[in-house]
Structures are given as C-alpha cells and as structure tokens.
C-alpha cells in the first residue's frame, strides 16, 4: 500500500521533488518518529542538539495507525523528513530508492552487531535498527508465588497449563485471575495477530527459511496457536464473549493492579508497571517467560526477540541533509545525553559502549540465553499486507471465541488469507 501511494505521489509531484528535497541549499535534520510514547524525549533531544550545533532538527510523531499515510505525505513536500522508520524487509522494498546506503558511514562503525540491519541485493545496509525488543508472557512473580509456584515451576506448556488453570479455579479465593483479558479491540488485538501469530509461523518456517516471505504457508503448526488462545481465553476474568471492547490499557490495567498473573505483551511495558505514578510494581516482582505453546523442544527457547524500528536516511535528500542527518544520528549514539535516551526509551541498542538498561524484561532474556536457550526470532513481520491479514485473522478469533465460528475459519484466515494477500501483494492476481 506504501509503494503505490509513494508512486501516486511521485507521479503527481514530480517538479515538486526536483525542486524541493533536492535542492535545498543548507542542512536541516528532519526526524519523522514512530513511537508516540517517546516522542518528548526525542523532543528534547533535538532542542539540545540544535542549541549546541545550531543546525536544525526536526521532530514530528505520527499518530498511531497513521505511519504509513504521514510519511507518504511528508516524502513529498519541499521540507521533507531526512530520517525515517521502516518496520520491516517488505516496508524497505516498498519504499523503493528512498533509502540512503549506511554502509560506510561513522554511523555504521558504531554498531556492534549489523544482525538487525535491513539489507540491499548487493548489500547495501538500507535499515539500521536501532533498538532490540522482546516479547513474551510478562509475569507478576509476587503473585505467582501467593499462588504456590515459582518460575522454576513453568518450563514448557503443560507446565503453564496447570498453574494456570489451577489459578483460574482458584480466582476468587486468591483475588487474582491466571490471565489479563485477551483484547481483540483495535488496541490490543496486534498482540494475537501479529506477536502470537509468530510461534506457529515460526514452527512452520523453522523447517524451511525463517529469513524469507514464503508465497504460502501450510499452517501445520496452527494448532500450537490453539493450545495458547484456548489458555489466554479460558483462565482470564474476562468473558469470551467481551473480546472485542477489551482493550489493550484494559489488559495493563488488570495486571498492573494485580488482578492476573500473567500478561502478554513486551519489554516497551516495563516503564509504566513500573511508574510510581502508575502502577508501582516491584522491578524485583517482574519478570517474562517464553511463550510455551507445545511446540517441540520450546523448553529450551527464550523470548520473541527482534525489532519493527529501522532508520531509513532518506537519499532524495540534499546532500547537506543527508550529512546532516548522518551527524546528528552519530552525536545520539555516541554523547551521553543521546546514549541516556535511547538506553532510557528503548532499553538494548546495538551501539557500541553504550548504556545497560534497567530493564528487567531486557534480563530476563539475557538470563536464559546465558542457560544456552536461543532466542526465537520475529518472523510474523513477514506477513503479507500485514493489516489486512491480521483483520482476517482478528475476525475469525472473535468469531471462534463467542462461540458463533469455528476454529477452521481461524486456520482458514491464516492460509488462504496468507496466500491471496501474498499474491495480492506482488501483483499476481
């Protein structure tokens, strides 16, 4: 959809690019960010880094769900974003020649690890992610504990299964329940289409090519997405017929106020549960474990690691811009006030010296990769048309779990929604 807007827009404005972007004759940084929840603090870096260089630096963050249309209608005006997001392979090869090569950049020399780098066909780094996240069953341990287990109790699905529908039965002695609601609202339903979506893709895909969008999938491994949602939706104190309103603030909400054990969701959590100004909870009380669904060997995997955030310098930019853009990025992984930032807002960087993070999400995941777990990678965002697909799929759950659908039209959403989307995609159809 990003590719044949940036078309349209291109075919429309054509004179407008070659006269704006082009050629402007002095260096500006124009930051178009994608996370609302950190936009003042790269507001406030910007400010500082202006003050002390005197070049200018631009913040602007698009509202949620509305990336995509903000950065097609921003990449063709005269003042355009110098620096930009893309989420994943499929957003890069949508974004056609916009994107600069950070091969031999300072910037680049500044990366520990180039595993979360967006590359060119003849290896050019045209994404460089600046965060690693993580997702997994976030897990209120003081309350497990009240409850008779410990973490140690829970290494595989059965494992997980029985605490928590011994849990469930026990809710209204306890005062807790097993699971936060499984909202299918808009603002929570990417945590089931998107991120659970990914032990069964990953299943299937880890006996082909996890690194490569397949055409189709045959979904044999969907009964591991089953084994979950039956266990979200059966030991939650929400009804399974209240999905759809159930939001995502919902689901926090009953966690960080200790009504339920376990909550799905990432390492992005961790500041809010733990804001005294909101919830409070104990760092010592936190922790995330693997998602277990009854995949084989899942006993030795760790959390769902990867990231959706890559900058993009944008090539259609003048020279000054691009230089410009290239320096402030340095300056940010390299002062302390940028290092304090990112370490702050988004917790691992794969900067070089840059600052531990506080997180305990963050280690957890470094725990069990020190017991020799491997983490399991995101391949969910190689999902065709990926709003779509998740629709489809969203759709059928809500349908599956009021009791008015079948679980073979969820299975149906994720095959053939896959297929058609895929073909719809690349102009097969």
Request: charged residues 20%; proline residues 3%.
């Amino acid at each position: 959809m990003l590719r044949k807007m940036i078309s349209l827009a291109l075919a429309m404005s054509f004179m407008l690019l070659l006269c704006g972007c082009n050629t402007q004759k002095e260096g500006y940084v124009y930051y178009l960010n994608f996370k609302p929840e950190a936009d003042s603090a790269w507001q406030e870096l910007a400010k500082e880094y202006t003050e002390r260089t005197g070049i200018q630096v631009k913040v602007v963050t698009a509202a949620s769900n509305t990336y995509d249309d903000t950065l097609s209608a921003q990449l063709n005006k005269t003042f355009c974003p110098t620096l930009f997001i893309c989420n994943n392979a499929q957003g890069l090869e949508d974004l056609g020649d916009y994107p600069y090569d950070l091969r031999n950049t300072a910037l680049a020399e500044r990366l520990e690890s180039t595993e979360y780098c967006l590359w060119g066909e003849s290896g050019e780094m045209y994404g460089m992610g600046f965060c690693y996240e993580a997702y997994g069953i976030i897990t209120n341990k003081a309350l497990l504990k009240q409850a008779g287990y410990s973490i140690e109790d829970i290494q595989n699905f059965e494992d997980l299964k029985s605490a928590a529908e011994d849990i469930h039965s026990r809710s209204e002695i306890l005062g807790f329940d097993a699971f936060t609601s499984s909202g299918l609202d808009p603002s929570s339903s990417w945590r089931f289409s998107g991120h659970l979506s990914n032990m069964p893709l990953y299943y299937e895909l880890l006996e082909t090519d996890l690194y490569s969008q397949p055409s189709e999938i045959n979904g044999d491994h969907l009964y591991l997405y089953k084994n979950i949602w039956d266990l979200y939706i059966n030991n939650s104190g929400t009804s399974r017929t209240s999905l759809t309103t159930a939001t995502g603030n919902m689901a926090e909400e009953e966690f960080g106020s200790g009504k339920a054990v376990f909550f799905q969701n990432g390492t992005w959590e961790y500041s809010s549960l733990t804001d005294p100004e909101k919830y409070g909870i104990s760092p010592d009380d936190l922790t995330m474990i693997p998602i277990y669904c009854g995949g084989e060997g899942e006993e030795n995997n760790a959390l769902c690691c990867g990231t959706e955030n890559y900058w993009i310098v944008n090539s259609k930019a003048s020279p000054e811009s691009i230089n410009a853009t290239l320096d402030f990025l340095l300056w940010v992984v390299t002062s302390e006030e940028g290092k304090m930032m990112l370490s702050s807002e988004f917790g691992v960087t794969p900067f070089k010296d840059s600052i531990p993070t506080e997180n305990v999400f963050f280690n957890a995941e470094k725990e069990y990769e020190g017991q020799g777990k491997h983490p399991v990678p995101w391949v969910f965002c190689m999902t065709p048309n990926t709003d779509v697909w998740r629709e489809g799929v969203t759709s059928s759950l809500a349908e599956y779990s009021s009791g008015i659908g079948t679980w073979d039209a969820v299975e149906n959403a994720f095959v053939s929604g896959w297929r058609f989307q895929y073909r719809l995609e690349h102009g097969i159809m």
